[in-house]
């Protein structure tokens, strides 16, 4: 009797060592499990705000969860690779024919000629165009200054959207370094005081020539206009002047990177 009783002691110390050991493994389960909630950083709070959306975590949907850490991530991207403060102008969650991408302006920009792109790659990683809109101006001022100095006057406009460029600092631009690295579209206007049909030949003739010594690839559309004050002319309103109240004519260059030159007069 005695030894059925030590037995069955034995089996009850064993049931309850069990069941602690039980507890304790739960317990620690419980601590792997539970997590600190993440929380926004100031950015993103302010972010959020100027989209009119909730400013705590916890109270965003997962989709505005997973868009509000990309979007600073993309943001910061840009601001730690270029020095440059940036502000959101639009951002694109990943799509079956789109990838994930976001928009943006260096602050103070324009939309129309500054808005820079960050594309999320198949591999994850992140590439943006921002040198295409570091070296517009100087590109633009450049092909300005040639058709200033080639008809002898300020009646003209120059409206440039770079494509593609090889540099790969935009520190310190300058014209030498936009020699054979530059491919864009440009937009010309000139007024009809200057420009007779024949001329706007020849011009672009010599303007093709000119392009190809500094190696520059680029699509040219010509007009020769009247009934305008030229300098009224800008990214927004340019295609208002193709029409034939103000369009007196018209013509397509382009420059290609064999150096072929096709005009069409």
Not at 135 to 151: A, Q
Not at 165 to 185: F, P, Q, R
Not at 197 to 203: A, C, E, R, Y
Request: hydrophobic share 35%.
């Amino acid at each position: 009797m005695k030894i059925a009783k030590r037995l069955l002691l034995i089996l009850m110390s064993a049931i309850m060592m069990i069941g602690c050991g039980g507890c304790n493994m739960n317990n620690e389960n419980n601590k792997v499990i539970q997590k600190e909630e993440p929380t926004l950083n100031e950015w993103q709070k302010e972010f959020l705000a100027e989209q009119e959306l909730p400013t705590e975590y916890s109270e965003l949907n997962l989709t505005q969860q997973l868009s509000v850490d990309a979007v600073y991530e993309m943001i910061m991207y840009l601001q730690d690779k270029y020095d440059v403060e940036f502000e959101y102008t639009g951002y694109v969650r990943p799509q079956i024919l789109e990838k994930e991408h976001l928009t943006a302006i260096p602050k103070g920009g324009n939309e129309k000629t500054d808005t820079v792109t960050v594309t999320r790659q198949d591999d994850g990683t992140l590439t943006d165009d921002y040198p295409n809109i570091a070296v517009r101006p100087y590109y633009e001022e450049i092909l300005t200054n040639y058709v200033k100095e080639y008809f002898s006057s300020d009646k003209i406009k120059i409206l440039s959207t770079v494509t593609k460029t090889s540099l790969v600092s935009v520190e310190n631009i300058n014209s030498e370094m936009l020699d054979g690295n530059i491919s864009a579209t440009n937009v010309i206007f000139i007024h009809s005081d200057l420009c007779s049909k024949d001329m706007l030949v020849k011009f672009a003739t010599d303007y093709t020539e000119w392009m190809k010594e500094h190696n520059y690839v680029s699509t040219n559309r010509i007009n020769v206009v009247f009934n305008v004050d030229i300098q009224n002319i800008n990214y927004s309103n340019a295609s208002d002047y193709y029409d034939k109240e103000y369009l007196k004519f018209d013509l397509l260059c382009d420059i290609k990177s064999s150096g072929e030159t096709i005009i069409n007069k």
